[in-house]
């Protein structure tokens, strides 16, 4: 590579913020906590994005998952349930479900099942995304 094209490179990333920036801190589950302790913990989250992030740092990787992402969609739904018409209901419904046969495809193993649980409650932190957007 030619040094001009080394320099141009290297202004790029420092004018970007690639070349500076941390990535963000993962958060960290709080030790000691048994299933019903992280349930709790994620439905009084402050917010759907907190509840999330949370989940994503004490899920098991497997079917217990399912109580950690029911807490997670309690959180977001919060947000927006109450405002769903019923055509909107119907599509979130759909969308939820769609997550099983996408995440599990027939499959029986734990981590399908853990990854069906991740694909319902992003729907909801999406929704919950999308009606704090039009609330503002």
């Known amino acids: 590579m030619r040094l001009g094209s080394i320099i141009a490179l290297a202004v790029l990333l420092v004018l970007s913020g690639s070349a500076t ?5 993962q958060k960290e589950c709080p030790e000691g906590l048994d299933a019903d302790g992280k349930e709790e913990l994620l439905r009084k989250a402050p917010s759907c994005d907190a509840a999330m992030e949370l989940f994503e740092a004490c899920a098991y ?3 217990g ?3 950690l992402s029911e807490a997670v969609i309690e959180n977001c739904e919060k947000n927006f349930a ?7 209901r119907k599509t979130y419904d759909a969308e939820v479900k ?8 027939g ?12 694909c319902r409650a992003g729907v909801a932190q999406n929704y ?7 609330k503002k």
């Open 65 to 67: 998952d399912t109580g």
């Open 82 to 88: 109450g405002r769903l018409s019923a055509a909107q």
């Open 21 to 25: 920036s941390a990535p963000k801190a």
């Open 107 to 118: 499959r029986e193993g734990t981590m399908y099942i853990s990854a069906a649980a991740f």
């Open 128 to 134: 919950a995304r999308r009606f704090a957007k039009l």
């Open 61 to 63: 990787g497997a079917s």
């Open 98 to 105: 769609r997550c099983d046969a996408k995440a599990r495809g």
